[in-house]
């Protein structure tokens, strides 16, 4: 007898190793060094932010050049709420969630009447703005910035080693929340309409699909995390400035860089594109401007060998899914 199934005996397993992972990580402040637990700790951010931006482009269709503007907006958010409202930080990061939410809406319906190229450079052009706006604001430091105060960020611990610990698990906490979201979402209804928009936007629209809403939630979404996200790196960084919190080079084009070698539209994709990432800047950082020259010849290879990412060319030959979204006819023998 046969029976549709989107799960494998291989899937099941992977997941079974992926928890087990994710236990591991879990304990890491209690067999891990503070060196160790910061680069964890980022490591998790960026898995956050690639997959983000995987389901953005690779499956919403909106590929942005400027999502720096929301990785800012969070770190700014959270300082004024911080150092400003009076709020306890672990307070303070889901106000920051609903402030990127709310000022992304407005941004979308404008961005939105753009098109193609248009539209990617009209993301840059908002976080531009959104960088020279808080250049401005004098409290938080103006254009060089400003540091969180001793005092807020005891508030997350009283040791030193508790408080490392504490800003670990958040990036933990926010990784698996943001993959596993991600993955519901595509295996959910909402999740096929976005795939068929990927696939055919035009057959899409011709099924019923409201692409212009479908397109608006998943930005406003992705927006509210990457907030979210922006609060926990400056978290973890104590210091905050308009150059570095809009950084296109370290929130997107780093970003871009993993989703692309990875392979854009798959959830692994990011997954993988995030551990060959910190493995070459961890291997080639002490070599200054050739470690970036080195990550563009590796996405150059990559794209001309293999146009769907790393994890494009193992599932093209094997048919892999870790993450199961397709459904598959399975035999009385799977």
């Known amino acids: 007898m046969q029976t549709v199934s989107r799960s494998t005996p291989l899937s099941r397993a992977a997941m079974t190793v992926l928890l087990l992972i994710v236990v591991l990580m879990a304990a890491a402040p209690y067999w891990a060094g503070r060196a160790e637990l910061r680069l964890l700790g980022e490591v998790f951010l960026y898995l956050s932010l690639a997959t983000l931006w995987n389901l953005l482009a ?8 400027g999502q720096q503007a929301f990785v800012g907006l969070g770190g700014y958010g959270f300082f004024a709420a911080t150092m400003l409202w009076g709020l306890s930080p672990l307070a303070a990061l889901p106000i920051v969630f609903v402030l990127g939410a709310v000022i992304s809406a407005p941004v979308a319906v404008l961005i939105f009447r753009l098109r193609g190229a248009y539209f990617a450079i009209g993301t840059w052009v908002v976080a531009e703005v959104f960088r020279l706006s808080f250049a401005q604001v004098a409290a938080l430091g103006g254009g060089s910035g400003s540091s969180l105060p001793s005092a807020i960020v005891k508030q997350l611990a009283e040791g030193r080693d508790q408080r490392e610990a504490v800003a670990y698990w958040l990036a933990l906490g926010v990784a698996v929340a943001v993959v596993g979201a991600v993955f519901l979402l595509l295996r959910s209804r909402q999740g096929v309409a976005l795939t068929a928009i990927r696939d055919n936007e035009l057959a899409a629209k011709s099924l019923g699909i409201d692409i212009w809403r479908t397109k608006f939630t998943v930005y406003v979404a992705t927006a509210a995390l990457t ?19 809009f950084s296109a080079n370290d929130w997107t084009a780093f970003v871009i860089f993993i989703v692309v070698i990875g392979g854009i539209g798959t959830v692994e994709g ?3 594109g ?3 990432f910190f493995a070459l800047r ?19 290879i990559i794209m001309l060998r293999a146009p769907k990412g790393l994890w494009g060319l193992v599932r093209g030959k094997r048919g892999l899914e870790l993450f199961p979204l397709s459904r598959r006819v399975m035999g009385q023998g799977d």
Not at 58 to 65: E, I
Not at 283 to 292: E, M, P, S, V
């Open 282 to 300: 961890e291997t080639l950082a002490d070599l200054g401007t050739t470690y970036l020259i080195a990550l563009g010849a590796v996405a150059i």
């Open 227 to 245: 907030s979210l996200v922006g609060a926990l790196i400056f978290l973890q960084k104590l210091r905050i400035s308009p150059d570095a919190a």
């Open 58 to 65: 690779g499956y919403a269709g909106l590929v942005s050049v």
């Open 270 to 272: 990011p997954i993988i």
């Open 274 to 276: 995030t551990l060959v």
